[in-house]
């Protein structure tokens, strides 16, 4: 008997997946679900437009004489003369009279008490913008937004293969068609995984004839130098790290609504606020493990978002809403018949074309370093459930926010 030729009722037809990988991602409790749809890439070399957005925030970071607050350069961008403003947790309201872009130094003074017997900023103190009055009749105002500069990620190939012998198509138990319809569903499976893998730990690299294309992920946009970071200094996992990274975020113009940890870390953070956290696990919500935490900043609800592959010693708090999963013009996912003449069966062959967005990442994204062990935390945590006062002999958190050595 000669060779048989195993038709079926997609054998010459090129489907289009993209739906079935969404679906596929909306099922799985993976980061990658953070990562909506936004239009095609048009090139390897995809190119995006940062958002313009400003923060509220800035920190008085040295001692306070003659009115003169010292502080960064990049927070002393966010003002202008006659910027009014308040320390947080204080109602005490100041206008800004000079700026020395020299030795970055705000000119301030005291506008209204409001009830407060503050009469000047100290070192340390967290100051919140209140507005940028304007003169009758201005023409043009002062930009202190962050402005649209253009960051840029390459596109990356993914592949998956679906093979069934003969043997296995003379034994199915299903007819043909959905016996491949159901192996396709286990490589999609597959394929979102890769994404998900990709979206965390991705290099982005250009593609030429001595390496392919890849695409970069979160650990490598959320790590950049002029980032924000949080250094825990080998302390525990709890609300007080969340609030310093979210304060960095909301500082910068984001947004923060979302950590992003691994499930020992959750479980850690989850023991801290056990009395306070409101636990949701529904199907629109993500990760294998979803909370809500308050954030002290601005009052919103964080969600805890754990990721199996993040690594124990970190965790991120960030804006999600500038990442994006971008397909390559008509190349996202699709599977077509790849059989080869001779093999005994079929094969099918699934393939698209991604990358990634993230926008503004210096300002949505604040790592979270050096933590403590989640297993010592939690073994800690368990010692500690019935002491009335337990001392914390650990170093204080430190923020920071990354510059260049140049």
């Given at each position: ?6 038709s ?8 289009d ?10 099922q ?18 995809h ?15 040295g ?17 202008e ?11 005490a309201?100041?206008r800004v ?11 301030v003074e ?65 007819d ?15 394929f ?14 250009q593609?030429s004839?001595?390496a ?28 007080f ?5 979210a304060?960095?975020v ?14 020992g870390?959750?479980?850690?953070l ?18 294998a ?10 009052g ?13 010693n ?41 990358t990634f ?10 790592i ?37 050595a140049?």
């Amino acid at each position: 008997m000669g060779k048989t030729h195993y038709s079926y009722e997609f054998d010459n037809r090129v489907r289009d997946l993209s739906d079935i990988l969404s679906t596929v991602i909306e099922q799985q409790p993976r980061i990658i679900q953070l990562f909506p749809l936004r239009a095609f890439a048009t090139q390897r070399k995809h190119e995006w437009l940062e958002d313009q957005i400003t923060g509220d925030r800035c920190v008085v970071n040295g001692a306070v004489s003659d009115s003169k607050l010292p502080m960064s350069a990049t927070d002393l961008a966010k003002l202008e003369v006659g910027t009014l403003f308040h320390v947080n947790e204080d109602s005490a309201l100041f206008r800004v009279t000079a700026l020395d872009t020299t030795n970055n130094k705000a000119t301030v003074e005291l506008v209204g008490a409001n009830g407060s017997s503050t009469t000047m900023p100290s070192n340390g103190n967290v100051i919140i913008l209140v507005a940028h009055p304007e003169k009758e009749g201005s023409k043009e105002g002062q930009s202190k937004i962050h402005q649209s500069g253009v960051n840029y990620n390459y596109t990356q190939i993914f592949r998956k293969e679906v093979e069934m012998s003969g043997t296995a198509i003379k034994t199915r138990t299903y007819d043909l068609a959905n016996s491949i319809d159901n192996q396709v569903n286990l490589r999609m499976v597959d394929f979102a995984r890769d994404l998900n893998s990709t979206a965390l730990f991705g290099i982005p690299v250009q593609p030429s004839n001595a390496a392919n294309g890849a695409a970069g992920g979160l650990f490598y946009f959320g790590t950049q130098v002029g980032g924000l970071a949080v250094d825990a200094n080998g302390t525990a996992f709890d609300s007080f790290l969340v609030n310093d990274a979210a304060q960095a975020v909301s500082g910068q113009g984001g947004l923060p609504s979302t950590i992003i940890c691994g499930i020992g870390q959750a479980r850690v953070l989850s023991a801290d606020m056990h009395n306070k956290l409101t636990i949701v696990q529904q199907d629109r919500e993500r990760g294998a493990y979803v909370a809500n935490i308050v954030n002290d900043v601005n009052g919103s609800l964080i969600r805890i978002f754990a990721e199996p592959l993040i690594p124990d010693n970190v965790a991120f708090v960030v804006d999600p809403s500038g990442f994006g999963l971008v397909p390559m013009q008509d190349r996202a996912i699709w599977d077509e018949d790849t059989t080869p003449n001779g093999f005994d069966g079929i094969r099918r062959t699934l393939l698209g074309e991604y990358t990634f967005e993230f926008k503004n990442a210096l300002q949505r994204i604040s790592i979270i370093k050096n933590l403590k062990a989640s297993a010592t935390a939690l073994a800690s945590k368990r010692l500690n459930v019935s002491s009335v006062n337990v001392v914390n002999t650990e170093s204080a958190p430190v923020f920071t926010q990354e510059v260049s050595a140049t």
